[in-house]
């Protein structure tokens, strides 16, 4: 069913489960907690409030926006992306080269976009597409000194470029802050982010601690998590006074199983894990040691934001920003597909710097129309079938997450794509596909120190150039696979 504005059943449960923010001053702050929030959190927010009144649009702005937008009717929703739309299109025709070749090619001019529903009109953009004409993909009147570029972490086995301008920036960060407000997180609270690090290559710099203690979050560096150390993690997280955890899903996942064997207590009230596919049994230990709700969230590096969960759905879905993305079901040429299952098509409407309009991302699922319980408006993510990045062990035997494979190819050029292959602990085997510039004698010692760093100073790092990586029969790239852990999964014959 349909959420519509007039509906008496849907303003009831939208009385019920939302949390409307409230004004100090001008500064953005929620009800909960508000009068209790330190002084760098309050410093924090106002400097937002600041800095949003001299924009033109800022962060907060947008956030007060999409606080106010999720409720819309489906119509005025629908309003609003045609409206970006055909500003995009648009923009891509007059400004960027590589579109106006494609468009020209599909004979498609900006006049027959109208809104989402001509989406089909318009040509497929690759990865190869967008890492081999990342310069004619750049908008002509937007220079790099007003973008941020972007590198992503490659969960796919590509990493990729893109540039950012102010606008697209602005809209995925509003997205992603609410979606952790559904789970109770606000600019300037006190979190826990685990993610990367520096790989062992470099040390944090001093500005950057400064940022992350202005802006409440502790950085804890995912890979370098193990047993030896968890009780380190632990003191500095309780030190922080952080009640909410986001981070790697695999990350957080070996994080709950080391506090439950230590026997300490450290709870949250939310944790939101990200960039790998969350099973039922994670979701399960990550809850149960932590006393959290658990809200994955989805987004790729290209794009960001893409989907959030919804705090009180009965079964987990991904409510889609639909404010800022469109995201489509690749299907039979001809139709646009915006409900169903298959892989995912993704269009970035803020981004004008470097648009991506029907992205192929690489990752699938199965969409649905609005119609949640919540009573938002937001179209449905039912099921992710993104990217699986299994754990590797070290040479002492402890895991850490697979995500470490996406960013140590950061650091590394013309790779097209790569796989790691672990066949017992502290031993890998790193399978590469090359690019045309690709300098092994460059790249082999980095990666080397890197998960030597990581894996244990004995672990065996090898190296395997192959001119293709086989996929899943679903289609999906597998950057880690742990041929070890799946052996030791088997089920064992009985002795004889």
Excluded at 84 to 96: D, E, F, G, T, W
Excluded at 351 to 374: F, T
Excluded at 456 to 465: L, M, P, R
Aim: proline share 6%.
């Amino acid at each position: 069913m349909l959420v519509t504005e007039d509906s008496d059943r849907v303003r009831r449960r939208r009385a019920r489960h939302r949390v409307k923010p409230l004004v100090l001053g001008t500064a953005f702050v929620r009800h909960k907690h508000s009068v209790l929030l330190e002084p760098r959190g309050r410093f924090y927010r106002y400097h937002w409030e600041i800095r949003s009144h001299l924009s033109s649009f800022g962060l907060l702005n947008a956030i007060r926006l999409l606080e106010e937008s999720q409720w819309w009717p489906p119509a005025r929703l629908n309003a609003l992306r045609d409206s970006k739309l055909r500003r995009l299109v648009a923009h891509a025709y007059a400004q960027i080269p590589y579109y106006r070749h494609m468009m020209d090619e599909s004979g498609v001019r900006p006049s027959d976009i109208q809104g989402v529903a001509d989406l089909h009109r318009l040509p497929i953009l690759a990865k190869d597409t967008l890492r081999n004409h990342y310069d004619e993909l750049r908008a002509r009147d937007i220079p790099d000194r007003k973008t941020e570029l972007g590198v992503t972490g490659g969960t796919t086995g590509n990493p990729m470029r893109v540039r950012r301008d102010k606008a697209g920036t602005v809209w995925q960060r509003a997205s992603y802050w609410r979606g952790y407000s559904w789970g109770g997180l606000h600019p300037g609270d006190a979190w826990v982010q685990v993610f990367g690090g520096a790989l062992g290559l470099a040390q944090p710099t001093l500005l950057n601690k400064l940022k992350n203690w202005f802006a409440g979050k502790l950085f804890l560096p995912a890979f370098e998590l193990g047993a030896h150390n968890v009780d380190a993690y632990i003191e500095a997280i309780r030190r922080s006074g952080a009640r909410f955890l986001v981070g790697y899903t695999s990350a957080c996942h070996l994080f709950a199983q080391h506090v439950e064997r230590t026997g300490q207590d450290l709870k949250f009230e939310a944790v939101f894990p990200t960039a790998e596919l969350l099973h039922e049994q994670w979701a399960e230990t990550i809850g149960r040691v932590f006393g959290a709700k658990v809200l994955p969230y989805y987004g790729c590096g290209e794009v960001q934001s893409l989907g959030y969960s919804c705090p009180v759905a009965p079964r987990p879905l991904y409510h889609t920003c639909d404010e800022h993305v469109i995201i489509e079901i690749e299907g039979e040429p001809g139709q646009t597909h915006l409900a169903g299952e298959g892989p995912f098509l993704v269009t970035d409407l803020d981004n004008l710097a470097m648009p991506l309009i029907r992205y192929r991302n690489g990752d699938a699922g199965v969409l649905a129309e609005p119609g949640c319980d919540c009573g938002r408006s937001l179209r449905r993510i039912q099921r992710l079938d993104g990217r699986v990045n299994d754990v590797l062990i070290t040479t002492r035997g402890d895991a850490i997450s697979g995500a470490i494979g996406a960013h140590s190819f950061r650091l590394v050029q013309q790779v097209d794509q790569f796989q790691i292959v672990q066949r017992r602990p502290g031993q890998i085997t790193i399978k590469v596909v090359a690019g045309a510039e690709y300098d092994p004698r460059v790249a082999e010692p980095t990666l080397d120190r890197i998960f030597r760093n990581h894996l244990g100073a004995d672990a065996v790092v090898e190296f395997e150039y192959v001119t293709s990586i086989p996929r899943t029969v679903a289609g999906k790239a597998r950057v880690v696979v742990n041929q070890y852990l799946e052996e030791q999964a088997k089920p064992q014959p009985p002795n004889s």
